[in-house]
């Protein structure tokens, strides 16, 4: 490292520490959707493989939640796979799953993090729903942030999803379809969902310059605020973390208009 990146490091960092000196505290959001976008355009931009820009981006996710740790945030949910994209090629969707279910062996054996899985988990290999089911089953009892990681998720997967599983409830309690749609609400829906019993997104922080969710939790993030960064997400720093939480509490929200 060269003596001007050296010195770009130390200003940025002291820069991360004004800003945090500066962070409204009560002001904090109880739960963080993450789009993490750029893996493939950070890889091309350094010269490297598409595989080695995945694995970056797996790297980032332990950084990312240790910051999580240090503020009030109670649940994160990580966009790791959309259900867009099993379309991708196979050579580079194989290595992809791969990753991702080190992630979560890796957040599952950390010891801070209630992992729960949100997705249509019959789109994924038998492997990785094992692993998914392991790593739910061996963080049941830990008290600490909640890490949702969307595997196979699709907002109006999980929308059809929830419909489905409403109607099965229905049928098995022997529900009319009168009944059923006299009583369906939106409470009713929610319970439905992957996230059910958890609050709603309070921040969606996307990074790579992308201004668009991209069907990530349709239902959830009617209220949300959106925060969406240029960097791209293995680039992503603390300071750019900060800023996005600084910009949360510096806004007013006015639900209904």
């Not at 355009?41 to 981006?57: D, E, F, I, M, Y």
């Not at 740790?69 to 790791?80: A, G, Q, R």
């Not at 009319?176 to 006299?182: F, I, K, Q, T, V």
């Not at 960097?231 to 949360?248: C, I, N, Q, S």
Request: glycine share 8%; charged share 25%; hydrophobic share 40%.
């Amino acid at each position: 490292m060269n003596l001007r990146d050296k010195l770009r490091g130390l200003l940025v960092r002291l820069y991360a520490r004004r800003v945090e000196g500066h962070l409204d505290t009560a002001q904090v959001p109880k739960h963080i959707g993450v789009i993490m976008d750029g893996n493939r355009r950070w890889a091309k931009a350094a010269g490297s493989s598409t595989v080695h820009g995945h694995r970056a981006g797996a790297d980032k996710i332990g950084e990312f939640l240790g910051w999580c740790s240090e503020t009030d945030v109670e649940v994160v949910t990580l966009w790791l796979l959309s259900t867009d994209n099993f379309d991708r090629p196979k050579e580079e969707l194989v290595p992809l799953l791969g990753i991702i279910e080190d992630v979560v062996r890796t957040l599952a054996a950390d010891g801070r993090w209630r992992v729960h899985h949100v997705g249509t988990r019959d789109l994924l290999p038998s492997g990785m729903q094992t692993t998914l089911k392991e790593a739910e089953q061996a963080t049941a009892d830990v008290d600490g942030i909640v890490v949702n990681v969307a595997i196979g998720y699709g907002g109006r997967q999980e929308i059809a999803d929830a419909v489905r599983s409403m109607l099965l409830d229905a049928h098995e309690q022997g529900t009319s379809m009168d009944e059923l749609a006299e009583a369906v609400d939106i409470d009713m829906i929610g319970r439905h969902l992957y996230t059910r019993a958890q609050p709603d997104p309070d921040l969606v922080i996307r990074t790579s310059g992308e201004q668009r969710l991209s069907g990530f939790m349709l239902w959830q993030t009617a209220h949300s605020e959106y925060y969406f960064c240029d960097v791209f997400w293995p680039a992503f720093r603390k300071v750019d973390f900060l800023r996005a939480m600084r910009d949360y509490a510096a806004r007013h929200r006015r639900y209904g208009g």
